[in-house]
Antibody
């Protein structure tokens, strides 16, 4: 069974750093892209970027380029999304997704809620 | 970026009604269009992939059609459990984009 299991909810202060994770199982982790999607409270879905764990090829949406870093450790089948300096506007639910050319985003993680507040 | 224009933004319908949502891409995306359902507090769920293919386990009252720039998502007979927000998504390239979403309510 394909699963994407994300790390737990985080409460941080502005200016702090954060790295959240997404562990894949039940499939070949290096054969599919892993993407990240933001959903701010009460809002729609926003595409942030994507990584191919097989060779670490990474692409960012222009809106998120320079704001976050996407990485992956294929040895432990885990992808990451990190911030060096959080802002209150980063408060949102973040989902990781498995992506393929044939099916698009077919599997989603359960989401990680990030709250940034002083 | 490819822009996805989804309409309507909200919709109220009665149980048993036929419901239609449209999505228009700003350029040709072939069939690289998915539809997702999101219920409150839950992750989105894939319903239709490649514009018209029903994901395994999804009820047959859901369907999708279209290609190129114009796409349609239909619920043939609305059920109470279909109350959710629906999103289209294009994946013609890796700069993936979503429609704005359609909030579906029961009248």
């Amino acid at each position: 069974e394909v699963q994407l299991v994300q790390s737990g909810a985080e409460v941080k202060k502005p200016g702090e750093s954060l790295k959240i994770s997404c562990k894949g199982s039940g499939y070949s982790f290096t054969s599919y892209w892993i993407g990240w999607v933001r959903q701010m409270p009460g809002k729609g879905l926003e595409w942030m970027g994507i990584i191919y764990p097989g060779d670490s090829d990474t692409r960012y949406s222009p809106s998120f380029q320079g704001q976050v870093t996407i990485s992956a450790d294929k040895s432990i089948s885990t992808a990451y999304l990190q911030w060096s300096s959080l802002k209150a506007s980063d408060t949102a639910m973040y989902y990781c997704v498995r992506h393929s050319r044939d099916y698009g985003n077919d599997y989603w993680g359960q989401g990680t809620l990030v709250t940034v507040s002083s | 970026d490819i822009q996805m224009t989804q309409s309507p933004s909200s919709l109220s319908a009665s149980v048993g009604d036929r419901v239609t949502i449209t999505c228009q891409a700003s350029q040709d995306i072939s069939n690289y269009l998915n539809w997702y359902q999101q219920k409150p507090g839950k992750a989105p769920k894939l319903l239709i992939y490649d514009a018209s293919n029903l994901e395994t386990g999804v009820p047959s009252r859901f369907s999708g059609s279209g290609s190129g720039t114009d796409f349609t998502f239909t619920i043939s007979s609305l059920q109470p459990e279909d109350i959710a927000t629906y999103y289209c998504q294009q994946y013609d390239n890796l700069l993936i984009t979503f429609g704005q979403g359609t909030r579906l309510e029961i009248k």
